[in-house]
Structure formats: structure tokens, C-alpha cells
């Protein structure tokens, strides 16, 4: 059973991130471009009303098993996905390693 303050992450693709709600109220987000096969990860953010309740995490392991389930491939420059990789070996095996390549496209993407 869910209370209402149980996190709600949500792919807002048209916007190219996925969000993480609370009560209804946009809490945080991570956004990405997709590159191929690739889902290029660049940013994660919290609203800080809402920081210290670990929901960067959630919203990264969601937004990574939904990836996951896809059948894309991570790239993670954003440096909050980076280390959450690191910590979770879990997700190896989808992940690519960031390239000068791929940033040099992803600053061309984002412009």
C-alpha cells in the first residue's frame, strides 16, 4: 500500500528527462538525450526542499531500469549517475564509458 508521500518517478520524454514526484510536486529530475542506442545522462537535480531523502537515488535506479528495460545503454556524464554506477554493479553491464566523442556530440545536441 502507498502513502501519499511514496516517490512517483515518471519518463517525461517529450521533455527528454525523468522526473521524481512527491505529493504530486516535481521534486527532482535527471535529464538525457538519446544518442542511438544510448540514453546519454547529463544532469540530475533535487529541489532542495526536498534534499536528504535520498531521492536522487530512487530516481536514478528507476530511470537506469527503465533504460535497462529499453534496451538502450547508459552513458553517464553527469556526475551523480557516474557515481551511483560506481556503487551499483548492477547496471555494468549497460553502461558505456564517456568518450570525448560523446561529449563533443552532446554539447553540439544541447548547443
Same mark, same amino acid.
Not at 4 to 21: E, F, K, M, N, W
Not at 34 to 57: C, K, P
Not at 63 to 83: E, W
Given at each position: 500500500?502507498? !502513502? ?27 535529464? #538525457? ?5 544510448? &540514453? ?16 536522487? !537515488? ?6 537506469? !531500469?527503465?533504460? &535497462?528495460? !529499453? /534496451? ?7 556526475? #551523480? ?5 560506481q556503487k551499483h554493479d548492477e547496471f555494468a553491464d549497460i553502461a558505456d564509458p564517456v ?11 544541447? /548547443?
Open positions: 500500500m502507498y !502513502s501519499s508521500t511514496t516517490p512517483v518517478v515518471d519518463l517525461a520524454d517529450h521533455q527528454h528527462r525523468y522526473g521524481i514526484l512527491v505529493d504530486g510536486r516535481l521534486a527532482g529530475f535527471t535529464e #538525457y538525450r538519446d544518442r542511438g542506442a544510448q &540514453r546519454v545522462f547529463f544532469h540530475t537535480e533535487i529541489d532542495e526542499a526536498f534534499a536528504g531523502r535520498g531521492l536522487a !537515488s530512487v530516481l536514478v535506479q528507476q530511470a537506469l !531500469s527503465d533504460v &535497462r528495460k !529499453s /534496451g538502450k545503454r547508459v552513458v553517464p556524464i553527469c556526475p #551523480y549517475v557516474a557515481k551511483f554506477l568518450t570525448p566523442e560523446i561529449r563533443h556530440w552532446l554539447r553540439t545536441e544541447l /548547443g
